[in-house]
């Protein structure tokens, strides 16, 4: 059981994280659409060539292999082209490699190739994996095990694998990181007026300096644009940044009103009742004579403001509302 469907309605972070949290085993497949006339809309020149259709491989919720051809030669051809073995000496080691058993670690194990060429081959393939979160449109498919481990399914490509894995969330936080074109994800990042909170005590893997530093700021209160002006960063770097923490699930985005201070004061309490508004009316139109004294209109807000179902007689949310809309046009100007 599996499921399928477009990366324009469920994002390439998205299914990667559900992977990881589920601890899923099976094989992703992913088939990027790309505008031939829009080049620069995929990064660079090699991530172009990095999107054909890709099979990515997780062994409960970590990537394992990653294979773009039905040959399964990848692996081979990386270590040829690094001049590393003959084509004849690694064909003749992969006819030598045990049954379900990683080709990378047999050959760390033969010693035949260090540990840290092993951990090269496998970081080339995850730039491929990198290339498809530029991919503007296309689709994806993803079938779970029965098994529910990729030794047991003869379809898994051993001659692929380096042996080495990845938790499939880190594999989406490096991937945001070295992305270029956020068009994809712009509608996605967290509001600047809001503010982030915490849902893990404990990361498991390597954040970067900004990352860590919003991670640590995270309360449920300080906004993001707050945050900016403490660490001096511009805004947009810190809504990317605080896109990948959600994208992994380290935090989530708490939506919270606009700040008061510097708003006019009639602003911020509840429109007065319609019989209010009907005594300060005919006050008004009486003879000054016939007034025996002022009539004050006394607002108190109401402390149940925010849990009435019926707001239609407050316009404060209403100009919330317009006031956040106006302020990011004019950002985005």
């Given amino acids: 059981m599996g499921m399928s469907g477009s990366l324009e309605t469920f994002s390439l972070p998205e299914l990667f994280r559900l992977i990881d949290l589920s601890a899923k085993t099976g094989r992703l497949t992913v088939q990027p659409l790309v505008d031939e006339n829009a080049p620069r809309a995929i990064g660079s020149a090699a991530a172009r060539r990095a999107i054909a259709l890709c099979y990515i491989w997780f062994e409960k919720g970590r990537l394992v292999a990653i294979t773009d051809d039905a040959n399964r030669q990848q692996l081979i051809n ?23 058993y990683p080709f990378g670690l047999y050959l760390k194990t033969m010693g035949v190739l260090k540990a840290e060429q092993v951990q090269l081959l496998f970081q080339m393939n995850l730039h491929q994996v990198y290339a498809l979160f530029e991919v503007t449109s296309g689709w994806f498919m993803f079938e779970v095990l029965s098994s529910g481990k990729t030794a047991n399914n003869p379809a898994t490509p051993w001659l692929e694998m380096t042996g080495n894995s990845m938790k499939a969330t880190e594999v989406a936080l490096f991937a945001l990181r070295l992305l270029r074109n956020w068009n994809n994800f712009f509608d996605k990042l967290p509001d600047y007026s809001s503010a982030l909170r915490p849902i893990v005590r404990q990361i498991p893997f390597r954040l970067d300096t900004q990352e860590l530093e919003i991670w640590q700021l995270a309360d449920e209160i300080t906004s993001l644009e707050e945050i900016a002006f403490k660490l001096k960063r511009p805004l947009d770097s810190i809504q990317k940044a605080a896109f990948r923490l959600i994208a992994i699930g380290v935090v989530e985005e708490v939506f919270q009103d606009l700040p008061t201070n510097g708003m006019p004061a009639q602003f911020l309490q509840p429109e007065p009742s319609t019989r209010a508004v009907a005594i300060a009316q005919q006050t008004a139109t009486k003879p000054m004579a016939d007034r025996e004294k002022p009539v004050t209109i006394s607002v108190t807000p109401n402390s149940d403001f925010d849990k009435s179902p019926d707001t239609s007689s407050y316009p404060f949310k209403n100009l919330v509302s317009f006031l956040r809309n106006k302020w990011r046009s004019r950002i985005q100007e």
């Fill in 78 to 100: 990386l270590i040829e082209n690094r001049g590393w073995l003959s084509r004849r000496v690694i064909e003749k080691l992969a006819d030598l490699c045990p049954a379900e």
